[in-house]
């Protein structure tokens, strides 16, 4: 089996592996659970959680919708380049990244050159499931938010492929299992995790 086709199952080794030597970057779509999954990842590695999107939003002194209220899409997106280029150059942690962050060839060029993308696989339904009831996603104030998904998710899953390896996130594990099968799909990457 690939690196690109880790499915694991979730029962994987509970020890906490040894040194962090490259940042593991968190990437999908909204509603994959890369915050939720990243932040439990960190501590279980006991490494620094970064948030992208979290830092936007410090240095802009705004909330994501504002920013894209007030200053566009394109604005935006040049803000996430340099802060993924400067929390890559920081420090080696976990990274949770926004849903549009790795459909930039830049984006996803500096993750693969510094770090290891995850691409957090969840299927269209899971993603509605998780986001339906929010309204803090830029993307999806539309009059058919369902079909605005849909669409979002077909253009960007030929990116996400290219991610250095896939974790399945079918909706029923729970966060901890999910880090379960991270950690274990993080075991063919000796460059990434020391293994003691």
């Known amino acids: 089996m690939s690196e690109k086709e880790q499915t694991l199952s979730g029962a994987g080794d509970r020890r906490v592996p040894g040194a962090l030597k490259k940042t593991i970057v968190m990437v999908g779509m909204m509603g994959a659970g890369k915050t939720a999954v990243g932040r439990a990842l960190a501590a279980r590695l006991q490494a620094p959680f970064l948030d992208s999107d979290h830092e936007i939003e410090a240095a802009a002194n705004r909330t994501i919708p504002e920013i894209f209220a007030r200053d566009g899409e394109p604005f935006f997106r040049k803000k996430e380049r340099q802060v993924i280029r400067r929390l890559l150059d920081k420090e080696r942690g976990v990274l949770s990244t926004g849903g549009g962050a790795f459909l930039a060839e830049e984006n996803r060029q500096i993750i693969s050159e510094r770090g290891v993308a995850i691409w957090l696989n969840a299927d ?55 880090v379960n099968r991270v950690v274990e799909a993080l075991r063919a990457r000796p460059d990434v995790l020391e293994w003691v």
Do not use: C, F
């Open 124 to 178: 269209l339904e899971v993603l509605w499931n998780r986001v339906k009831h929010r309204d803090t996603r830029p993307l999806l104030r539309t009059e058919d938010p369902h079909a605005t998904l849909s669409a979002l998710y077909h253009d960007r899953v030929p990116y996400y492929a290219q991610a250095d390896l896939t974790v399945v996130s079918d909706g029923q594990a729970s966060i901890d299992e999910m």
